[in-house]
């Protein structure tokens, strides 16, 4: 292209020559014989049709070697190195190295290239490092305060198997049913890869399995527990207060619900309604009547404490009385804002 415009001019030139020469011999003086006017007319048409094909067969050849020469010491050196940088794009960041005839501008391009691919290289190489030390450092903070948290759980054991007070006892139990709340959280978080969510499910269940475990065979029959599998992507901060409210409501069942019951039964659900997570926690036992006002005026501190949770969540918590025999607690909150676009829970058959 460039070529082709640098001998525009030349061309216009050769011609304007062609085409002097032409009118030239077309205006001979008249003193000239008919043949011979004819003859230069002739002539000098002839002369302008070859002084144009030269022109253009010039301008023609020298357009071939510019672009044999851009190709043999342009674009040919060029394409390697426009691969390897796609290569650096695409995440390869030691791609191989051009091979063949190249140019020194070329070289100094392609040295270029490839200390950018090292620096970005070296560059992911230091962000990983410092990845790997923070989830390592996150992990051993999760793990010593889980280990914190089980030492401050066996201290309470040691000092409980010191009362002789029922109620004092029942109270040292609810102190430990939280502790161990908070301890299981940490080693679900400790056991994860991602930070910024909790196995809700996994977690539930472990905390349910676990408070069952306290309950013992002295307490009465086994309590049969349905955790339904919940997919609920939250993080800490949404499941601390959610495991604290289960544990309130699972620990109340144990202690009053199945004074006489011979086929206990807890079931944990959630679902989603609208905006809303509704998690409800049911049992069979023997419920309450209107004429147990404790829950309305007056609370104990575990049902203090759940309200509290469940404003702290922006949600509420209700204590109701199922039709069919029982006690349901129902906790209703909004779906974390950064996942209100998801589907944050699934309801599958129980285990």
Sequence with gaps: MVLAFALVPAVALATADAWQKFILASSMPGSVSTSSVHAAFDGARLG???????????SLIGLGALWIAAERWCLR????????????????????RPSGPTTPEMDTLARDVFALGAAISQREVDLRASLDQREHMLREIHHRVKNNLQMILSLLNLQADKIRSPRILRLFGAAQNRVL???ILHQHLYERSDWSSVDFQAYISDLVDHLSA???????PAVRRSVQRLVIPVGPDTAIPIGLIVTEAVSNAFDHAFPDSTTPEIRIAAAEVSDNIVVTIDDNGVGFDDSQTALKEGPGLGITLMRGLAAQLGGSVEILRIAEG??????????PP???????????PPR
């Design 181 to 183: 709340a908070l301890s």
């Design 77 to 96: 050196p060029l394409r390697p190195i426009q691969a390897a940088a796609a290569a650096i794009a695409r995440g390869n960041l030691t791609p191989p």
């Design 214 to 220: 306290r309950r013992g065979k002295r307490d009465g």
């Design 338 to 348: 950064a996942a209100a676009d998801d589907t944050l829970v699934k309801m599958v």
């Design 326 to 335: 029982g006690t349901r607690v129902r906790l209703r909150f909004r779906k």
């Design 48 to 58: 302008l049709w070859t002084d144009i094909g030269m022109i253009l067969l010039s």
